[in-house]
């Protein structure tokens, strides 16, 4: 997800997915087709990885709710905020992250 946060989805490559994920070519064109589907597979990844964190913080009887919302929500836009302060409006965040032409 890094690298297309960094670069955009239009301006990442294959080579530029490989190199960070230290795998070849090959070896990604072995586990998906096309930049799509690595792409989805990185959004579906993230989504996943939030929703094990929230998960995590509400089943924490030590916490009240308040500080189980805070704690979430830092998380959240702790591991975004490189993401979010590169965005001007966040229209310009969701056109950054889905251009696709």
Same mark, same amino acid.
């Given at each position: 997800?890094?690298?297309?946060?960094?670069?955009?989805?239009?301006?990442?490559?294959?080579? *530029?997915?490989?190199?960070? $994920?230290?795998?070849?070519?090959?070896?990604?064109? &072995?586990?998906?087709?096309? #930049?799509?589907?690595?792409?989805?597979?990185?959004?579906?990844?993230?989504?996943? *990885?939030?929703?094990?964190? $929230?998960?995590?913080?509400?089943?924490?009887?030590? &916490?009240?709710?308040?500080? #189980?919302?805070?704690?979430?929500?830092?998380e959240w836009f702790g591991r975004h905020v490189g993401f979010?302060?590169?965005?001007?409006?966040?229209?310009?965040?969701?056109?950054?992250?889905?251009?696709?032409?």
């Open positions: 997800m890094n690298i297309f946060v960094r670069y955009g989805y239009k301006k990442t490559s294959i080579e *530029d997915i490989s190199k960070a $994920a230290g795998i070849t070519r090959q070896g990604i064109y &072995l586990h998906f087709k096309n #930049k799509d589907e690595i792409f989805s597979a990185s959004i579906q990844k993230a989504l996943d *990885d939030g929703l094990q964190f $929230a998960d995590q913080i509400l089943e924490d009887d030590r &916490l009240t709710l308040e500080e #189980k919302l805070f704690q979430a929500l830092d979010l302060r590169s965005c001007v409006t966040p229209s310009t965040c969701v056109v950054k992250i889905f251009e696709t032409s």
